[in-house]
C-alpha cells in the first residue's frame, strides 16, 4: 500500500476533464480493436471451415484460439464490472426503465444480427474465393448461412441483454438500499 | 461537457484573487487548459471540482456557477 501511495504521491493529482477524455478514447480504441478481432476471428474460423472441405479436416490454430478466449474473457470482464456497478446503458431513458425496454434491446439486438449476416456473407465469400477460387464463391448460400447465423446472434444477444438488465437492476436495488 | 455559456463570474472572481488561470489550476488540482475551458464555457466540471475552485477563490457554488434564466 506504501508503495501505491508513493506512486500517487509522485504522480500527483488527475485532471477529472482529461480523465474522462482519456477514457473517451480509450473507449474508442477497446471498440476498434474488439471490432477488428471479431472480423479477424470469423474471417479465421471462416477460412479454417472452407479449407476442411479441401482437407477433410478443420484446423484452427492455436493464436486464433487464444485471441478468441482473450477477446471472450475481455467482454465478460467488462460485462460483469458493468453490472456490478449496476449499470444497464448510459442513456438515462433505458438505465432508469423499471421494465426491461425490448424495443430498445431487440433493436440493437437486430442490428447486431445484421452485423452477423454481413460479416459471415464477406469473410465466408473471402475465404471461398482464396482457397477455392472466385468461380467456387457461392453468395446465396452463404447469404442463408449468414442470416441463419444472424437470427441465433440477435436471439441470444437480446437474452444476454435480458440477464444483463434483470442483473444490473439487482444491483441498482441493492446500492440504492445500502446492503453493499 | 459544454455548457456553451462563458463564465464570467468565475474569472472576474479569480481577476479579482490576482490568480492566474495557472495558480489557479495548481490550487484545484487541475491542469490550466481545464481552467480555461470552464471559462469559455467549454467544460461543466463536477460539483467536486466547483466546491474546489470555490473554496480556493473564496466564493460560494452561487455565486460562480449559478446561472440566470
Redesign the interface.
Known sequence: MKLIDGWKRYFGEKDEREYAEMNRIYKTGFLMLTGSLCVYLYYSLMLAQVRSVVTDAMVIDGSTLFILALLLITCLVCTVIQVRKGIVDEHVRFSDADVFPSGYFGLVSSLMGVAVVILFMLCRGVAEAQVLGMDQVHWLVNLAMGVGTGIFTSFLAYLVFYCIFRAAKSRQKKMTDGQR | ?DTGKKNMHLKVARVEADMSQAQLATAV???R??IG?IEAGN?N??L??CTAICKTLGKTLDELFWEEG
Open positions: 461537457m488540482g487541475a491542469t487548459q481545464t475551458l467544460y466540471p463536477s467536486k471540482l
